[in-house]
């Protein structure tokens, strides 16, 4: 019979030391789980050993437990560190996404895309719709399920891309930085378009997309269809470039409808009405913020 079937065999909590003395192996180990970056053992090698000698469980299934919390809390981790580097101004899923709200936009397209498949294949996609549609919640979706599904991601606005390339170029760090952007496996540019690009901005974004070109993928965002990126880019050649490279393998998440922000504040500015029984207040509402203002 093996020790682990024997009716009293050694329990592990009877071989640990109670976690509140302070003892010599109590801080021997704790200096040596930090050392190997065990912090989840550490934390809980004490309750476990508790649990495990009111389980009546042995030492290795008592050892496979901790591992297991440990691995678990590290796969946490990671994936927590992956959203904190991708820098998302909100994290968003598609839990949160109503589909039924924008019904240009191919539900199933998006699940499949979730799945994140694209970006080993290279992919790319583009969402193009006027604003408030929900671009940005579906790029911050897909950002988020990248990074679940272990893919390191960057979000940026292409303002704030082209800002950032600029100053590298100044101050002589471009190609670290150029390095950087190709390195990520799906690079997230939101808001192509808002702003009209400098022929500099233009060409430093342009050779952001080139050097990603068949390396990683990219999501962009835009309000603008493709026949108005040359106003963006400015030069009809580097735009006819550019699309050419991002429209090689992409999948067009076609977003035009109602602004979601609108008609959600168009919602509750009835209700407040309804609740209020008011019908002489006037409503402004915002259509960037979708804040109202009751004159
Ligand atoms: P866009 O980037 O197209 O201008 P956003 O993604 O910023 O639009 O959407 C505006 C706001 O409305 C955000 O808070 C977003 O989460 C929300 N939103 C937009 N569309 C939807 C939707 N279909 N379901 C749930 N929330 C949505
Ligand atoms: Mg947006």
Not at 229 to 252: M, P, Q
Request: with cysteine; charged share 25%.
């Amino acid at each position: 019979m093996s020790a682990a079937k024997k009716a009293d065999k050694p329990v592990a909590a009877e071989t640990m030391p109670s976690g509140t003395t302070s003892g010599t192996p109590q801080i021997l180990l704790a200096h040596h789980l930090k050392q190997l970056r065990l912090p989840t053992i550490l934390r809980e090698y004490d309750k476990v050993a508790r649990e495990a000698a009111r389980e009546g469980i042995d030492h290795t299934a008592y050892l496979l437990r901790l591992v297991e919390l440990e691995l678990i809390d590290r796969e946490r981790r990671v994936v927590e560190r992956r959203i904190r580097q991708a820098r998302f101004p909100a994290v968003k899923s598609l839990d949160t996404f109503d589909f039924v709200a924008i019904p240009s936009l191919n539900k199933m397209l998006v699940l499949e895309l979730a799945r994140c498949e694209y970006i080993l294949r290279r992919d790319n996609i583009i969402a193009l719709g006027n604003s408030g549609t929900g671009k940005t919640h579906i790029g911050l979706s897909l950002g988020l399920a990248a990074c679940q599904k272990g893919f390191s991601v960057a979000f940026t606005t292409a303002a704030s891309l082209v800002h950032q390339l600029m100053e590298a170029r100044d101050e002589r760090r471009l190609l670290k930085l150029q390095r950087d952007l190709a390195a990520v496996k799906l690079l997230i540019i939101d808001e192509l378009g808002y702003v009209p690009l400098s022929t500099t901005g233009a060409e430093l974004l342009f050779e952001v997309f080139s050097q990603r070109y068949e390396r990683g993928s990219t999501i962009v965002t835009s309000n603008l269809p493709f026949e108005e990126w040359t106003s963006v880019f400015g030069v009809e050649r580097l735009t006819g470039a550019l699309l050419d490279r991002l429209t090689h393998h992409v999948h067009i998440l076609s977003m035009n409808g109602e602004s979601y922000r609108l008609t959600q504040s168009a919602r509750s500015r009835k209700l407040a009405v309804t609740d209020a029984n008011d019908q002489s207040a006037v409503e402004d509402v915002d259509p960037d913020t979708g804040e109202i203002t009751v004159r």
